[in-house]
RNA sequence: GUCCCGGUAGCUCAGCAGGAUAGAGCAUCUGAUUCCUAAUCAGAAGGCCACAGGUUCGAAUCCUGUCCGGGACGCCA
């Protein structure tokens, strides 16, 4: 529908305009304050400069009027354009708010260290992620999500170490020791008892089992937050272990060396990463050959641009803006674009509990894992409460309020209107087919409101998924429910003698909320 | 010290590629159901958009500075 606006507009107008939507519906669909910007230039006032443009557009069918309002253009879509995307969108869902971007994208979220089950610090990026990759897909653009498990680094020795000790202390009931880098918490123990009966007991008599149990512990960490993620309806396409990246240091190693980006210096290898606007250069290789973490996300993303996609997204934690500038140094390095890899970052969640500040770390076990909120509030409500904020902003909330959500819950207000919508139809007997057709002409203000919002959903989504700004669809949905409510407490629909041009309208406002609830998670209730 | 994010209604947040009267939900108060589900609707109240300058016909939005809050600045991952 913009795209149709605009290029009527830009036949009369030129290129350069500004399209907006007015404040308010009653102005009218569209609006350009184009008239301000020529003032200066033609030196007239906006209101003369107004007048003239609209005059051009009197001939233009897509539109009932053009009207010049205090230098604004205002322009009312003709009923006759409504009625017809209407018909076609009712005849072609598939169609509705779909594109065919062709770009691909691979999109890499969560990739949360397998040392632990995801806790609700996780759930922001995954949710985000995984809507972006629906929007994404819904608009055309070709996206592989992907995992990246960190089973390389000292942390999977740790987690084995911490099932080793777990499994004395509560097994073979030795007293030990715990340093406070070690994981805690009741999973390790339940790893412990888990592993116990895989291998025997006497598995935590020797040392020398920490790296078998470090192996068993990560295998059985990947399956659990799998599970986790499922439970809020995520599933990847594709897992990539560190781990198995590193036969390929060597090849990426000599391609950093030919490349001049790496040096040797107190007997490790530097990364040159200041080059390229980092704040210092880094250390890849210490001293005892051991390649750092740094180094797995080089092979990972050189690995990553030789599989040859468009763009590369990372969802990362705030925490680690600081590396940002480092993997693209490398990826530079590497010979590689580095505007194709774009890194979102979701920022902290910050808890509180009763109104104080919850600190959580997994270390010490004291996490709120995301399957209890789940199972408290439900995967669509953690998904909506996620979705429906910045990514980019700082998000705090209150894990006793989270609990009490129930009928403000706005998944409920938007449910209800799609269910609503469904009903009518139930009572009318009548199906979309019955009404596809209906010529939608001398429509009231409101239900011509209603229309037209719906026909926003393709805007929304394409400008949600170009600004990765996702709260733009939640924020959509709740106002094109709030607009159906409305109505239906206006207008009755059933025995009206508009009682097919409002199914006809209502359909489409159905089909919006539920493509769009689709996107992000959620179900569209037929009934409530 | 450097960098990132933020400061908008009592609370949680939208709005920020400059544009018409600054919005929503929650909380508070008043009203609406003989009729398609009241999980709804209508209305009231609530704001020096942190502060100070600047750019502009026009600034919550852009620029500079200040203050306040959160986070990051490992040869951890």
């Not at 934690?317 to 990826?331: C, Q, S």
């Not at 953690?382 to 609990?403: A, G, I, P």
């Not at 139930?426 to 209603?450: A, G, R, T």
Request: glycine share 6%; proline share 2%.
């Amino acid at each position: 529908m913009k795209r149709r606006v605009t290029e009527v507009l830009k036949k009369h107008l030129g290129e350069d305009f500004v399209l907006e939507k007015p404040k308010d519906l009653s102005f009218g669909h569209y609006a350009t304050p184009i008239a301000f910007s020529l003032a200066k230039v033609l030196r007239k006032s906006p209101m003369i400069i107004a007048d003239e443009l609209a005059k051009k557009f009197e001939n233009e069918e897509i539109f009932e009027k053009v009207e010049p309002v205090r230098g604004y253009l205002n322009f009312k879509l003709s009923d006759n354009f409504l009625n017809e995307y209407a018909t076609f969108v009712l005849e072609n869902p598939d169609k509705f708010a779909s594109d065919n971007n062709d770009e691909k994208i691979l999109l890499e979220y969560v990739s949360a260290n397998p040392t632990g089950p995801l806790h609700i610090g996780h759930a922001r990026g995954a949710v985000i992620g995984d809507s972006l990759c629906r929007i994404g897909r819904r608009l055309g653009y070709k996206i592989t999500t992907e995992y990246y498990i960190n089973d390389a680094g000292n942390q999977i020795y740790l987690l084995g170490l911490s099932i080793f000790l777990a499994g004395r202390e509560n097994i073979l009931k030795e007293s030990v020791s715990w340093p406070d880098e070690f994981y805690r918490g009741d999973y390790i123990v339940d790893l412990a008892f888990k592993a116990a009966k895989e291998f025997g007991e006497d598995i935590f008599k020797d040392e020398k089992n920490i790296e078998k149990l470090s192996l068993f512990g990560k295998d059985e960490m990947m399956e659990l937050i799998k599970s986790n993620l499922k439970e809020v309806l995520i599933e990847f396409d594709s897992f990539v272990s560190e781990k198995s990246l590193y036969e390929k240091w060597d090849e990426v190693f000599e391609k950093l060396k030919s490349n001049d980006a790496v040096y040797e210096k107190d007997g490790k290898i530097w990364l040159k990463s200041t080059k390229y606007g980092d704040e210092k250069d880094r250390v890849i290789v210490r001293e005892d050959k051991r390649p750092t973490y740094l180094a797995g996300d080089i092979i990972y993303h050189n690995d990553k641009f030789q599989r040859g996609y468009d763009r590369y997204i990372n969802i990362w934690g705030a925490d680690h803006h600081g590396y940002i500038a480092r993997v693209k140094a490398a990826v530079k390095f590497l010979g590689y674009d580095e505007n194709k890899l774009e890194i979102i970052l979701s920022q902290m969640v910050s808890l509180l509990k009763g109104g104080e500040p919850f600190k959580m770390s997994k270390r010490a076990g004291n996490f709120i894992l995301m399957s209890d909120v789940v199972k408290e509030i439900g995967a669509e409500a953690l998904r909506f409460m996620f979705l429906s904020k910045k990514s980019d902003t700082h998000l705090e909330f209150d894990v006793n309020l989270l609990k009490k959500e129930d009928s403000s819950n706005p998944i409920y207000y938007i449910q209800y209107a799609h269910a609503r919508i469904n009903q009518v139809f139930e009572k009318s007997k009548k199906s979309i087919e019955d009404i596809s057709k209906v010529e939608l002409e001398n429509l009231d203000e409101d239900s011509k409101n209603l229309l037209f919002t719906s026909f926003l959903l393709p805007e929304i989504l394409e400008d949600a998924f170009k600004t990765r700004s996702l709260q733009k669809v939640t924020d959509y949905l709740k106002s094109l429910a709030a607009l159906l409510h409305k109505f239906y407490n206006e207008h009755r629909v059933i025995g009206s003698k508009n009682e097919d041009k409002y199914l006809k309208v209502f359909a489409v406002t159905a089909l919006s909320i539920k493509i769009g609830l689709d996107l992000i998670g959620i179900e569209a209730k037929k009934r409530m």
